[in-house]
């Protein structure tokens, strides 16, 4: 019998594992530098994190602790967003609130030393972000923890965080929304039927058609992640091929990586929910 940290885990490897997956690392594909393999490693070096979110006094040192771990790998930033939107779900389902206005008020009670902590992990790991907005500088992430003094003096909260980069950022929008697309998602995945792999393809494919993926807006732009959902919706429809437009995705360095976040999230949930392995 699986514990809540473990289902965690799982949902990270069952992420990957799905297939296909446009743009994004799986069974099947991958890039010269990120290989399934580190995918593997990451979930497996992340679990002493999850658990600490379990029973920990905090989710962002828990959060720090599993990037740290799923770092100990050579491909890489394997899974820090999909650990970011875990993370506050494991807390959710080991206090029994794993619903999305029980993930609320987790997000809620996150504190200034949350906060630190998330920018701690940033050192961990190069993550793409987007430039912060005017006036945000000091509070730049990409500073590590050489904004913690900032956050400090400016008294700000993981929740606070997020809220500042929801209308960029699809991890920091869920976080925001109650995870409103990871649960939507992991309704799918428990009404769906077959292979979880095929399960998670279709859950992210869905998501892909449903909203430009934030993260291909930071790392090519705003009419690339478009034309991503637009042609997700056509795999959908019948119209292409997800395993040719996978390989031409990849050819062309599209990486839907925040759609990747919300599967492994959906999963999660959908595993705590009853889905069986």
């Given at each position: 019998m ?33 290989r399934?393999e ?10 002493p ?91 730049d992430?990409?500073?590590g923890g ?7 003096t ?65 790392r ?7 034309e991503a959902?637009?042609?997700a ?16 995705f ?28």
């Amino acid at each position: 019998m699986r514990d809540t940290a473990e289902n965690a885990q799982l949902a990270l490897l069952l992420e990957v594992s799905g297939t296909p997956k446009p743009g994004n690392v799986d069974r099947h594909r991958e890039y010269d530098d990120l290989r399934f393999e580190h995918f593997m490693a990451g979930a497996v070096g992340s679990l002493p994190g999850i658990r600490q979110a379990v029973d920990g006094p905090s989710i962002g040192v828990a959060f720090e602790r599993a990037v740290a771990g799923m770092s100990a790998q050579s491909g890489g930033n394997t899974q820090f967003g999909a650990l970011l939107m875990i993370i506050p779900l494991v807390r959710a389902a080991a206090t029994d609130r794993l619903t999305p206005d029980g993930v609320a008020a987790i997000i809620n009670e996150t504190t200034v030393e949350d906060a630190c902590a998330f920018y701690r992990a940033f050192e961990h790991v190069d993550v793409a972000v987007e430039e912060p907005p005017d006036g945000m500088d000091a509070l730049d992430v990409r500073r590590g923890g050489d904004a913690v003094e900032a956050v400090r003096t400016q008294n700000v909260t993981l929740s606070d965080i997020m809220e500042l980069s929801a209308d960029r950022d699809g991890v920091a929008a869920e976080w925001t929304t109650g995870f409103e697309r990871s649960f939507t998602a992991a309704g799918w995945l428990l009404a769906d039927r077959g292979p979880i792999y095929e399960r998670a393809s279709r859950a992210f494919l869905r998501l892909l058609a449903s909203e430009p993926d934030t993260f291909i807006v930071t790392r090519n732009s705003e009419a690339v992640a478009v034309e991503a959902t637009r042609r997700a919706q056509a795999v959908l429809d019948g119209a292409e091929d997800p395993n040719e437009l996978g390989d031409e995705f990849v050819a062309r360095d599209i990486n839907p990586g925040t759609t990747a976040d919300i599967t492994a999230a959906a999963l999660f949930i959908a595993l705590e929910r009853g889905l069986e392995v």
